[in-house]
């Protein structure tokens, strides 16, 4: 794969030119508690429960536990997409509750989601060129740094796949579609839910080789949502470990993972295949 695209900017690999040591945080989250109500009984559930995380520009930070633990409702609200009860959120310097709506839809290209099913964030209308042309004429000045062919390249699909349609593309080739989409807009902060989970088992680590590239290659920050804490592992520093609703214990993965504190940590390791921790390096 080319490292070095066409730009017509010198020197531009198409990394941000922005580094961790002076930029502040892309996110802030701070007590942040949602609610979901149930239509049909009323009663109000607590998915998210004073749940504060910190990802500093170029960080890889994720989210860790099983099904239903308030992950994906904490992704969703932290990235203004979602609903948000109590709590403090700045996304990329912005207070969300003081943001508009404007605002907000101008801050979206920075922010980037990778969703779990790949077919399903793709028109099944659309080949993946006219997916790609539909983007670029909504932020064409963003997208005007690389060309269809490089930007899959950069993704490691051939070019030839641009003329397929969503039906005609694998799993994997899908979700690396959805990551070329992302990837176009040069965003500070890839929220990736479960990016692997719809995949087969033999494309799931080369998506994720992929996600570590694209995090030393663009200096993006990466909110990694997971029920897998080999998939943490493979991309990420940090990890947040959220148990119905709650963070219940954080910090860097080689010391949650290495010498885990709380029960529910201990759990998910013992459920993983080879459950000691070992390094990635
Ligand atoms: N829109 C919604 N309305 C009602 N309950 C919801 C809604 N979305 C999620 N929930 C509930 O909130 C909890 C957390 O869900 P979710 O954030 O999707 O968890 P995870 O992503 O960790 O699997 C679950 O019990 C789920 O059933
Ligand atoms: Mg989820």
Not at 136 to 149: K, M, V, Y
Not at 198 to 205: E, F, I, P, T
């Amino acid at each position: 794969m080319a490292e070095v695209v066409e730009t017509g900017v010198p020197g531009d690999v198409g990394r941000h030119p922005r580094t961790p040591a002076v930029d502040p945080p892309v996110l802030v989250v701070d007590d942040l508690v949602v609610e979901h109500r149930n239509d049909r009984t009323g009663e109000v559930f607590r998915a998210v429960d004073r749940v504060s995380l910190r990802i500093g520009a170029g960080e890889s930070v994720a989210v860790v536990g099983e099904s239903g633990s308030g992950k994906t409702t904490l992704a969703m609200a932290a990235t203004g997409l979602g609903p948000r009860g109590g709590g403090d959120i700045r996304l990329l310097g912005h207070p969300l509750h003081a943001t508009s709506r404007s605002q907000l839809r101008r801050l979206r290209p920075d922010v980037q989601v990778v969703f779990q099913d790949p077919h399903g964030s793709l028109d099944p209308r659309q080949s993946v060129r006219s997916g790609l042309r539909e983007l670029r004429s909504l932020q064409p000045e963003r997208t005007s740094w690389i060309g269809d062919a490089d930007l899959l390249g950069r993704v490691r699909l051939a070019p030839d796949l641009l003329d397929r349609y969503p039906h005609q593309l694998s799993g994997g080739q899908a979700q690396r579609v959805c990551i070329a989409r992302a990837l176009l807009m040069r965003p500070r902060l890839i929220v990736a839910d479960e990016p692997t989970s719809g995949l087969d088992v033999s494309v799931q680590a080369d998506v994720l080789a992929l996600l570590r590239q694209i995090r030393a290659t663009t200096g993006a920050a990466l909110l990694m949502i997971s029920h897998d804490l080999a998939v943490v592992r493979s991309v990420c520093d940090s990890v947040h470990v959220m148990y119905r609703g709650r963070v219940v214990e954080a910090g860097p993965c080689e010391t949650v993972f290495g010498t885990p504190e709380h029960d529910y940590t201990r759990e998910l390791l013992a459920a993983m295949p080879g459950a000691r921790w070992r390094s990635r390096r």
